[in-house]
């Protein structure tokens, strides 16, 4: 079952509404922000990143970008020394989980085996959307439905990008 499917599954499985699209292929968040016609503060950009020797789904909106710092703090909070923390490479993003950047999904276990990790700020819209397994495919819900179901761990570690 591919990725889409999957979180079709989920969502209808959970009785949750959605609208899902199909538009041209959008490689950046601005780009899926422009086809889908919403503001990128809507937008849930999903990162997987290797912190320390683990690879966890980081989701925050996408007019954000990842604080590294407030990453090592929280994970130190944890009981966890992070010493290091990078992005997944292509190569590895494709062989764990067939997926190319910009088409990762904000989901982690059961549908990508990865701990999830959401920042607080995305929940600040009544919907997000996401591009769900493709980067021709969206899918849009309520905050509240993707809070229910993405079993994720909130804390804040995005932050508006300097100009």
Do not use: W
């Amino acid at each position: 079952m591919s990725v889409y499917q999957k979180i079709i599954s989920l969502l209808e499985e959970n009785n949750i509404p959605y609208q899902a699209r199909t538009h041209e292929p959008t490689l950046t968040s601005a780009d899926s922000a422009r086809v889908r016609g919403e503001s990128m503060s809507t937008g849930a950009k999903a990162i997987v990143l290797k912190v320390q020797n683990d690879f966890c789904l980081f989701v925050l909106p996408a007019n954000q970008k990842v604080d590294s710092n407030s990453v090592k703090q929280y994970f130190k909070d944890q009981g966890k020394r992070v010493r290091k923390i990078r992005f997944a490479s292509s190569e590895e993003l494709l062989e764990q989980t067939g997926l190319v950047s910009g088409s990762v999904p904000p989901f982690g276990y059961p549908i990508l085996e990865y701990p999830l990790f959401v920042d607080p700020a995305l929940l600040k819209n009544t919907t997000i959307s996401f591009n769900a397994g493709a980067l021709t495919k969206s899918i849009t819900i309520s905050t509240l439905d993707y809070e229910k179901v993405a079993g994720a761990t909130f804390f804040d570690f995005g932050v508006l990008p300097s100009s």
